[in-house]
């Protein structure tokens, strides 16, 4: 046995009871290896319902290895999982090769359903975008918000393919909002609701995040200097119940630049002005360089310089298919109450 595959076998058997549990409450889309975690830097093993989604960052898998891995996890779970091997370690390195297996039977890449929390999710091995179509290890904070969103008004802020909103819907949400700026992403959002028909409908915003939070919570829409101010979506200024924060570590914009790093204050305040009065704020830092520690007193401290005190905060950790063994995952979840 390749030191490979008796890795990634360690690592299936540290998930039974994870999977088990799981599998109990609806939930098909899961991490099977965290390679950076579990010996081996840069590989990852995804289930997503009846797809494997296998992703290398540092190396290439050679077709006898990858190969391997998709039998053995095949033999675990007792079950013949359509593969999708996306290399991107590389430029350009996703394209299909002249190998059959890195293209990918035909039904591998058509569009499939995953679940999660008993919810129906849109499956695309390959897309155009750069990460999947639903980030697995945010699984928790969307429970989560299922269970707390009875009769709420919820925003979800850089919404992607509004995984929270549908969670959110879910979970008895008076109304759910939705806004990103790409409206690809706000598509599969929509193909989503459309997958959970009995579901309430949800609203959906394409817009900037600092033109659009700015407006709602009362503040004036400015520029960076130099920038023309291009057109933006009107909005009136309002607050919500729950809000979701869970911006990207790096973008810019003729609106302002999201930096994680740098300036999550300038994210983190005008969603704080637009969360209610004994509302709840989700907020998010993926970044692995930043600590937990360091970046929840940030928080904290912008909080009450902004006028809006937190009352209680609580840790949402990834579910345990995201090892961390020094107990810093790269994803940071804070759960505020205002």
């Keep these: 046995m390749s030191s490979l595959i008796q890795a990634l076998s360690v690592a299936l058997d ?26 081996a830097s840069g590989l990852t093993i995804d289930r997503y ?53 890195y293209k990918a039977e035909p039904a591998a890449l058509e569009d499939l359903i995953g679940h999660e929390w008993g ?12 990460d999947p179509l639903l980030f697995l290890d945010l699984r928790n904070t969307r429970g989560w918000v ?21 969670s959110a819907a ?5 109304e759910v909002c939705n806004l990103d700026f ?31 939070i700015r407006q709602l919570a009362g503040l004036p829409v400015t520029q960076r200097r130099g920038h023309k101010l291009p057109d933006y979506v009107k909005l009136e200024q309002r607050q919500y119940d729950l809000v979701l924060l869970d911006p990207p570590a790096w973008a810019k914009s003729a609106f302002g630049t999201v930096d994680l790093l740098r300036d999550y204050q300038s994210l983190l305040k005008p969603a704080l002005l637009t969360t209610a009065e004994d509302g709840v704020l989700i ?37 345990v298919d995201f090892p961390s063994m020094d107990n810093q995952p790269p994803l940071k979840t804070l759960i505020l109450h205002l």
Aim: net charge positive.
């Design 14 to 39: 540290n998930r039974q009871p994870l999977l088990a549990e799981l599998h109990q409450q609806g939930t098909d889309c899961y991490r099977l290896f965290h390679g950076s975690q579990e010996g």
């Design 49 to 101: 319902g009846p797809q494997l989604l296998v992703q290398s960052f540092h190396t290439r898998l050679e077709r006898d290895v990858l190969l391997e891995l998709h039998a053995a996890v095949n033999a675990r779970l007792g079950l013949d999982f359509l593969l999708v091997y996306n290399d991107r370690s590389q430029g350009n390195s996703r394209i299909d090769r002249e190998d059959a297996v």
């Design 119 to 130: 919810l129906n999710y849109r499956v695309r091995g390959r897309h155009a975008g750069q």
């Design 146 to 166: 299922k269970q707390h969103s009875k009769g709420k008004s919820v925003l979800n802020l850089f919404a992607y393919t509004c995984g929270v909103g549908l």
């Design 170 to 174: 879910a979970g008895g949400a008076s």
């Design 182 to 212: 790409a409206e690809g992403n706000l598509a599969v959002g929509r193909e989503n609701g459309a997958l959970n028909p009995h579901l309430p409908g949800m609203s959906f915003i394409q817009s900037d995040y600092f033109p659009a």
């Design 283 to 319: 907020c998010c830092n993926n970044l692995a360089k930043v600590s937990m520690d360091d970046w929840r007193e940030q928080v904290l401290r912008c909080a009450t310089k902004s006028g809006r005190p937190v009352r209680d905060w609580q840790v949402m950790p990834p579910a």
